[in-house]
């Protein structure tokens, strides 16, 4: 499997990139992101063998078609060690952890079937550990095999630094360095990452707000000679590993959900990113019978306006809401490209063009109409995308009726995952909606809606009285490169 970049390089056939060479990388050298040169398909007769597997077997077969350079018993120990009950075992009480990913019918009427596909019930309690808990273990085979170190450096909101520590803790050759801004966390989210004891672990609050900790990782990232001295990385949303780990649970919710391979199945997918929702898009060019990939945005709607209008118009840090669905507060979807080069049918000329085009001008037009930069929104539903948006009041009634009718606790993610699948159900296709993450990460919102506290999974009661490791420093560039040469010992 050879991968190219969005953007051109690498597109010629006589030049090779493999998996394992973009695995600790982030984007292509031309600032494009890297995808394989042809999807890899999956036959319905090997769908149909796949029915039976485990979710660490599935995992397995997914990934050996995109890292075909990783020997496959290698590959199988990864992925075996990966999705284990015991990393996965914050299901709820009545959900089978061996699953991974467990499936709940919500309801099934007049032929409609909704349907919730767990993917939080690893150590952080959302969706991103589904692919993170993969590339520490990927990440640690890779370092071992070539006696290498990594740094990863990151700054964090919430979601992504909890993960990305809670994957990489007590990995060998890897070091974390998470900024967060000092006491903006959730004092739940904070403990999550203080508490962790790891020597390989280490959070810095930042005495400022997220943007100077993004501020502070733009510089170091931009110091190519101190990055390369420290063996710098990231593991940001557009780490191609990631998004093939992602690819995998779309498999096993639609195996899960039918019995024959006649059948459909819709998704949708609480968006930010556009990393989540891609793998969806991935599978179903694998060849996985999906109907419609539902786009469900929160207030920060530029990719619901994208899909509904065809223009592409990213917002300015002022447009962007801090909401009570964080996780998807997004102004720019990192991972939007990577549709945009199938959208164009593979023309890297044209989507380097408008990319470059949203650095300068703030988006592109591909609407068809007057002025604008192309007509490929046509084909949008040939790509089964369509999209909704849910609003504040939306996710607090959302998660109210769900309680109500159907006995479960959602979080502000998912509710505004339902809020808008409700909105795009057809019969005989059931619908999955993939839950984000588990309500106990987002309690403000839980106590305005129900009025009471979200349940903790076991072991999390007394999260925040646990001992917290961690360093407070001044939003300073100089003074975070000193504190990392000094605990790298370089
Ligand atoms: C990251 C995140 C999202 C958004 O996923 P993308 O891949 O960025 O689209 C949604 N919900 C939760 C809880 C998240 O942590």
Redesign the pocket.
């Known amino acids: 499997m050879h991968y190219l970049s969005t953007r051109g390089y690498a597109a010629s056939s006589d030049s090779s990139v493999q998996f394992s060479e973009i695995l600790l990388g982030g984007l292509a050298p031309d600032g494009g992101l890297f995808l394989p040169k042809q999807y890899p398909q999956v036959s319905l007769a090997e769908l149909d063998r796949w029915r039976t597997l485990s979710y660490a077997e599935l995992a397995f077969e997914v990934l050996r078609k995109f890292a075909t350079d990783i020997p496959e018993s290698d590959l199988r120990t990864i992925t075996s060690k990966t999705y284990t009950a015991e990393v996965y075992k914050n299901a709820r009480p009545d959900e089978a952890s061996e699953a991974i990913t467990p499936l709940r019918v919500l309801f099934e009427r007049d032929g409609k079937k909704m349907i919730i596909q767990a993917l939080?019930n690893g150590p952080t309690l959302?969706?991103?550990d589904m692919a993170m808990q993969l590339l520490g273990n990927l990440f640690e085979y890779a370092l071992a095999k070539t006696h290498a170190e990594l740094n990863i450096f990151g700054a964090t909101s919430?979601?992504?630094g909890s993960a990305a520590e809670y994957a990489m803790r007590g990995k060998q050759g890897i070091r974390v360095f998470m900024l967060s801004p000092h006491q903006k966390m959730s004092a739940f989210q904070t403990a999550q990452m203080f508490s962790l004891q790891d020597q390989n672990i280490f959070n810095i609050a930042v005495t400022g707000v997220f943007d100077d900790c993004q501020d502070m990782v733009k510089a170091v990232s931009n110091d190519l000679e101190f990055k390369n001295r420290h063996k710098i990385g990231t593991v940001n949303?557009i780490n191609w590993a990631r998004v093939v780990a992602q690819v995998v649970y779309y498999f096993r919710g639609y195996l899960s959900a039918t019995t024959n391979n006649d059948q459909r199945v819709s998704f949708t997918?609480?968006?930010?990113?556009?990393?989540?929702?891609?793998a969806g898009h991935i599978a179903r060019m694998m060849g996985l019978p999906i109907a419609q990939l539902v786009v469900a945005t929160n207030e920060n709607d530029v990719l619901d306006e994208f899909f509904r209008t065809g223009i592409y118009r990213v917002r300015k840090s002022a447009e962007t809401y801090h909401t009570t669905?964080p996780?998807?507060d997004?102004s720019k979807?990192s991972?939007f490209e990577r549709f945009i080069f199938d959208l164009l049918d593979g023309d890297t000329q044209r989507v380097k063009a408008l990319f470059q085009k949203v650095e300068t001008s703030g988006g592109f037009d591909l609407s068809g109409g007057p002025g604008s930069d192309g007509d490929e929104f046509k084909k949008i539903a040939q790509f089964g995308f369509v999209s909704g948006k849910s609003v504040h009041i939306d996710r607090l009634k959302t998660i109210q009726d769900v309680q109500r009718d159907y006995g479960i606790t959602i979080?502000t993610?998912t509710a505004d995952g339902i809020k808008v699948a409700l909105e795009h159900l057809q019969e005989n296709i059931p619908m999955l909606v993939l839950e984000?993450?588990l309500p106990a990460?987002f309690n403000e919102t839980i106590r305005e809606a129900l009025g009471r506290d979200a349940e903790r999974p076991v072991g999390f009661e007394n999260i925040e009285t646990l001992p917290q490791r961690f360093e407070v420093m001044a939003p300073d560039v100089d003074t975070i490169k000193a504190w990392i040469a000094k605990q790298t010992n370089l």
């Open positions: 939080s959302a969706f991103k919430g979601d992504t949303s997918v609480p968006s930010g990113n556009f990393g989540n929702i891609c669905s996780s998807m997004i979807a991972n979080d993610h984000t993450a990460k």
